[in-house]
């Protein structure tokens, strides 16, 4: 057996007793891809164990996420502060060996896979990243930013259509330094794919102008080496590495789906340990073997190289210097408070109706002047979501030195990339596109709301008031949703002054992705106190007060605040006292503090209605069971927006009538509970 073999062989065992003790997970995939696994990480992978996220690492993304334990393993086998207890505990509680990889739960997993094909989407952001990032700041001889992305894919990755949505991308940037390593094993789930998946695979990449090395033996050490020196040596594009490999490799079910998701039979574990000459009880591993698996003085060397090419350029270009550590650690600027102040304060002030997707790039035009880190987008919607500026420059395969990305028409493709960019690194990434096609890229929305990355959405056209395109166009449950993600926050501001302070807050939360729904119609400007204005960061404040103790209370968000505040006017021609609440972002709202709901919301004021052109179901916990909701079960309609709100009931009429019902109710009732977070 050569050195490689028996570095291989340590990958498949410590993978196969993980997954038999655990008696759950995938052992196929980790006992066929090994091999070229061993090749990468042994002779070309730049990382440091001992310090997993250095910047100038090389990325490695395990898309194939369900064979996990193929990079667990590898961790464990470089140096990486993950034990042999922790593979030991694979797939259980509170384990850092989880059944898919998850973005800082384990070190050195770099982004969360498992739906599959947006490993590979976050690997082309990635990319990206490093591209832009090295156009801006590397100078002749001082390279700070230069590593390479590497990723494996197996056949449902590539099935998936975000596959076809980012591969296109790639290649028309030409990210030279992108290689991706295909499991070509001809196996899923249901069996041998050659009757549902016939593509050739090669042909379609090259049309998307990569770079392919077809029909690599992925258990072949020196052809897997060959194959990465060629893929290295293509700068202009990336590159698809087609290793033909077997599933299960040295099993008895070897070749066979019964490898792909269940845990090996005891005897085909024990026959396989003969097969691969592993002599060793489970979780054992020879010193030898650690001593040659071991990357850590290595990788401690490599850090330590950038790390004077950082020290020369710092003595060379200070400015820039400090602008990148500023960048990579994800600090904003020491005069951002000050100056995004000053902004808002600006924008209190202007009285002019303006639809608040126009209102969201003027706050880019004054925010993206002083924050380069700002690298945006729109799915061929720029001139509907408004998602330039002023100093907006497109990225193209011959100028990365921009700030602008043209994704197509591709939703899924563009948020995962997002979701790549943030991870890398040095960016804060926002992308826009109309909100119904926010199911389009739902899935990687939810990734980024689990990996808590700071990527802002812009959706527009964010309700019924976009009017004649009709109910295909027209959201209605979108808000709601986005607002039942954790970690998510969703703002739908009123008027300039709170979509201002929403941009404003976006770009501050750094624990989570923000989404901005934002209207396609002119909305009127709304009065701000200097009170109100304070309050609006908070998700949810008093707007107008009445001036004497509240009747009932009316929320609202987005364009139908102006409903709410006219339906307040009228009433108080009743001697109706009314409080208008804007909660431009109720989850922000739901966590602040219970004095503040309370102040908001007292719970001994239990007449309230909640407006929204949007699904009523979210709002009950803010206006409770005896509340009512003026909102849309239903889908809408192709007419005029006006047209459309009057049909539907979203109106200052219907918002009178419903508070006068409830001011005209006699019944006394207990306290209206607080709402919960």
Same mark, same amino acid.
Request: hydrophobic share 35%.
């Given at each position: 057996m050569?050195?490689?073999?028996?570095?291989?062989n340590a990958?498949?065992?410590?993978?196969?007793?993980?997954?038999?003790?655990?008696?759950?997970g995938?052992?196929?995939?980790?006992?066929?891809?090994?091999?070229?696994?061993? &090749?990468l990480?042994?002779?070309?992978?730049?990382?440091?164990?001992?310090n997993?996220?250095?910047?100038?690492?090389d990325?490695? &993304?395990?898309?194939?996420?369900h064979?996990?334990?193929?990079?667990?393993?590898?961790?464990?086998?470089?140096?990486?502060?993950?034990?042999?207890?922790?593979?030991?505990?694979?797939?259980q509680?509170?384990?850092?060996?989880?059944?898919?990889?998850?973005?800082?739960?384990?070190?050195?997993?770099?982004?969360?896979?498992?739906?599959? *094909?947006? %490993?590979?989407?976050?690997?082309?952001?990635?990319?990206?990243?490093?591209?832009?990032?090295?156009?801006?700041?590397?100078?002749?001889?001082?390279?700070?930013?230069?590593?390479?992305?590497?990723?494996?894919?197996?056949?449902?990755?590539?099935?998936? %259509?975000?596959?076809?949505?980012?591969?296109?991308?790639?290649?028309?940037?030409?990210?030279?330094?992108?290689?991706?390593?295909?499991d070509?094993n001809?196996?899923?789930?249901?069996?041998?794919?050659?009757?549902?998946?016939?593509?050739?695979?090669?042909?379609?990449?090259?049309?998307?102008?990569?770079?392919?090395?077809?029909i690599?033996?992925?258990?072949?050490?020196?052809?897997?080496?060959?194959a990465?020196?060629?893929?290295?040596?293509?700068?202009?594009?990336?590159?698809?590495?087609?290793?033909k490999?077997?599933?299960?490799?040295?099993?008895?079910?070897?070749?066979?789906?019964?490898?792909? %998701?269940?845990p090996?039979?005891?005897?085909?574990?024990?026959?396989?340990?003969?097969?691969l000459?592993?002599?060793?009880?489970?979780?054992?591993?020879?010193?030898?073997?650690?001593?040659?698996?071991?990357?850590?003085?290595?990788?401690?060397?490599? =850090?330590?190289?950038?790390?004077?090419?950082?020290?020369?350029?710092?003595?060379?270009?200070?400015?820039?210097?400090?602008?990148?550590?500023?960048?990579?650690?994800g600090?904003?600027?020491?005069?951002?408070?000050?100056?995004?102040?000053?902004?808002?304060?600006?924008?209190?002030?202007?009285?002019?109706?303006?639809?608040t997707?126009?209102?969201?790039?003027?706050c880019?035009?004054?925010?993206?002047r002083?924050?380069?880190?700002?690298?945006?987008?729109?799915?061929?919607?720029?001139?509907?979501?408004?998602?330039?500026?002023?100093?907006?420059?497109?990225?193209?395969?011959?100028?990365?030195?921009?700030?602008?990305?043209?994704?197509?028409?591709?939703e899924f493709?563009?948020?995962?990339?997002?979701?790549?960019?943030?991870?890398?690194g040095?960016?804060?990434?926002?992308?826009?596109?109309?909100l &119904?096609?926010?199911?389009?890229a739902?899935?990687?929305?939810?990734?980024?709301?689990?990996?808590?990355?700071?990527?802002?959405?812009?959706?527009?056209?964010?309700?019924?008031?976009?009017?004649?395109?009709?109910?295909?166009?027209?959201?209605?449950?979108?808000?709601?949703?986005?607002?039942?993600?954790?970690?998510?926050?969703?703002?739908?501001?009123?008027?300039?002054?709170?979509?201002?302070?929403?941009?404003?807050?976006?770009?501050?939360?750094?624990?989570?992705?923000?989404?901005?729904?934002?209207?396609?119609?002119?909305l009127?400007?709304?009065?701000?106190?200097?009170?109100?204005?304070?309050?609006i960061?908070?998700?949810?404040?008093?707007?107008? =007060?009445?001036?004497?103790?509240?009747?009932?209370?009316?929320?609202?968000? *987005?364009?139908?605040?102006?409903?709410?505040?006219?339906?307040?006017?009228e009433?108080?021609?009743?001697?109706?006292?009314?409080?208008?609440?804007?909660m431009?972002?109720?989850?922000?709202?739901?966590?602040?503090?219970?004095?503040?709901?309370?102040?908001?919301?007292?719970?001994?004021i239990?007449?309230?209605?909640?407006?929204?052109?949007?699904?009523?179901?979210?709002?009950?916990?803010? &206006?409770?069971?005896?509340?009512?909701?003026?909102?849309?079960d239903?889908?809408?309609?192709?007419?005029?927006?006006?047209?459309?709100y009057?049909?539907?009931?979203?109106?200052?009429?219907?918002?009178v009538?419903?508070?006068?019902?409830?001011?005209?109710?006699?019944?006394?009732?207990?306290?209206?509970?607080?709402?919960?977070?």
């Amino acid at each position: 057996m050569n050195s490689f073999e028996e570095l291989a062989n340590a990958i498949r065992f410590l993978s196969i007793d993980a997954v038999d003790r655990a008696q759950s997970g995938h052992p196929g995939m980790p006992l066929g891809m090994a091999d070229i696994a061993t &090749v990468l990480w042994q002779k070309f992978l730049i990382h440091n164990p001992h310090n997993p996220y250095w910047f100038n690492r090389d990325r490695f &993304v395990l898309s194939n996420g369900h064979g996990s334990m193929l990079l667990y393993s590898l961790l464990h086998l470089s140096g990486y502060h993950l034990s042999i207890d922790e593979l030991k505990h694979f797939r259980q509680l509170h384990s850092k060996t989880p059944g898919h990889p998850e973005w800082m739960e384990t070190p050195g997993v770099e982004t969360t896979t498992g739906p599959l *094909g947006q %490993g590979l989407a976050n690997a082309v952001g990635m990319a990206l990243a490093e591209k832009i990032l090295s156009a801006e700041f590397n100078k002749t001889d001082l390279p700070l930013v230069d590593h390479y992305t590497y990723t494996f894919v197996g056949d449902g990755c590539l099935m998936e %259509g975000i596959s076809h949505e980012v591969c296109s991308l790639a290649g028309t940037w030409g990210l030279g330094k992108l290689i991706v390593f295909y499991d070509d094993n001809g196996i899923s789930i249901d069996g041998k794919v050659d009757t549902w998946f016939t593509d050739d695979t090669a042909m379609r990449f090259k049309a998307y102008h990569w770079h392919v090395i077809e029909i690599v033996d992925g258990h072949d050490f020196t052809a897997i080496e060959k194959a990465i020196v060629s893929a290295r040596e293509e700068t202009k594009r990336p590159t698809l590495i087609l290793c033909k490999t077997i599933i299960g490799f040295g099993s008895e079910m070897a070749g066979s789906e019964k490898t792909h %998701g269940s845990p090996l039979e005891t005897a085909d574990i024990q026959q396989l340990r003969q097969r691969l000459n592993w002599p060793y009880p489970p979780f054992h591993v020879p010193e030898k073997i650690y001593n040659e698996w071991s990357h850590v003085e290595q990788g401690k060397q490599e =850090e330590q190289r950038w790390l004077q090419c950082c020290h020369e350029y710092q003595e060379r270009y200070p400015d820039q210097y400090f602008e990148f550590l500023r960048r990579i650690n994800g600090d904003l600027p020491d005069d951002w408070s000050s100056k995004s102040k000053a902004f808002i304060t600006q924008c209190q002030h202007q009285d002019k109706a303006i639809a608040t997707r126009k209102a969201s790039q003027q706050c880019l035009e004054a925010y993206a002047r002083f924050l380069p880190e700002l690298l945006g987008g729109s799915a061929d919607l720029t001139s509907s979501n408004n998602t330039d500026w002023s100093g907006s420059k497109a990225i193209n395969h011959d100028q990365f030195n921009g700030n602008y990305l043209h994704y197509g028409v591709r939703e899924f493709g563009m948020s995962a990339i997002m979701n790549g960019i943030a991870v890398h690194g040095g960016f804060i990434p926002y992308g826009g596109t109309f909100l &119904v096609f926010s199911d389009y890229a739902r899935n990687a929305i939810r990734l980024s709301a689990l990996m808590k990355q700071r990527v802002i959405y812009i959706f527009t056209h964010d309700s019924i008031g976009l009017g004649e395109d009709g109910p295909t166009h027209q959201p209605i449950e979108h808000a709601a949703m986005l607002r039942l993600t954790p970690n998510m926050q969703t703002w739908r501001p009123a008027d300039l002054t709170e979509t201002a302070v929403a941009w404003q807050q976006a770009i501050e939360h750094h624990q989570g992705p923000s989404c901005l729904l934002l209207s396609r119609q002119n909305l009127p400007a709304c009065s701000h106190s200097e009170d109100t204005l304070a309050s609006i960061k908070r998700g949810g404040y008093i707007l107008k =007060e009445s001036s004497m103790t509240p009747d009932a209370i009316l929320i609202a968000t *987005g364009s139908e605040v102006q409903i709410a505040l006219a339906a307040a006017i009228e009433l108080e021609k009743q001697h109706v006292n009314i409080r208008v609440v804007s909660m431009p972002c109720a989850e922000r709202f739901l966590n602040q503090d219970a004095d503040y709901q309370e102040q908001v919301l007292p719970n001994n004021i239990r007449k309230r209605v909640a407006i929204e052109a949007a699904a009523s179901g979210y709002w009950y916990r803010f &206006v409770g069971l005896d509340g009512t909701v003026i909102g849309i079960d239903r889908f809408g309609a192709s007419a005029p927006a006006s047209a459309i709100y009057q049909a539907l009931g979203i109106t200052v009429s219907k918002t009178v009538e419903a508070i006068e019902n409830l001011v005209s109710q006699q019944k006394l009732m207990p306290p209206c509970p607080p709402p919960t977070g």
